[in-house]
């Protein structure tokens, strides 16, 4: 069992940058993959990036490469999501999730944070 809780949300301008964090529950941390999720109003839940248990490899939308970094501090029990050059139409609750395995942690992740809102303004 993984519990996560997400932070760092807020009101940014657009054009700016945020820094979302993770922080998740239990001693397996480092064994699971982990992933960044979105929800804009009306909209269905989108994937945002991904990183292996390790760190090693990283998935983004195409929509984010080039702008937005997963990252992950195992002994922190941690991951994060810097969003950088943000833009309105990526107004949206921001979850974290988790997932044993990297096959479908960008798809069907098993576990869920409660999510945090992140609103950028034009």
């Known amino acids: 069992q993984v519990q996560l809780v997400e932070s760092g949300g807020g009101l940014v301008q657009a054009g700016g940058s945020l820094r979302l964090s993770c922080a998740a529950s239990?001693?397996?941390?480092?064994?699971?993959?982990m992933g960044w999720f979105r929800q804009a109003p009306g909209k269905e839940r989108e994937f945002v990036a991904a990183?292996?248990?390790?760190?090693?490899?990283?998935y983004y939308a195409d929509s984010v490469k080039g702008r937005f970094t997963i990252s992950r501090d195992n002994a922190k029990n941690t991951v994060y999501l810097q969003m950088n050059s943000l833009k309105p139409e990526e107004t949206a609750v921001y979850y974290c999730?988790?997932?044993?395995?990297?096959?479908?942690?960008?798809?069907?992740?098993?576990?869920w944070g409660q999510g945090t809102q992140v609103t950028v303004s034009s």
């Open positions: 990183i292996s248990w390790s760190g090693y490899s990283t």
């Open positions: 999730a988790a997932d044993p395995r990297e096959s479908t942690i960008a798809t069907i992740p098993t576990y």
């Open positions: 239990g001693r397996t941390f480092s064994s699971y993959a």
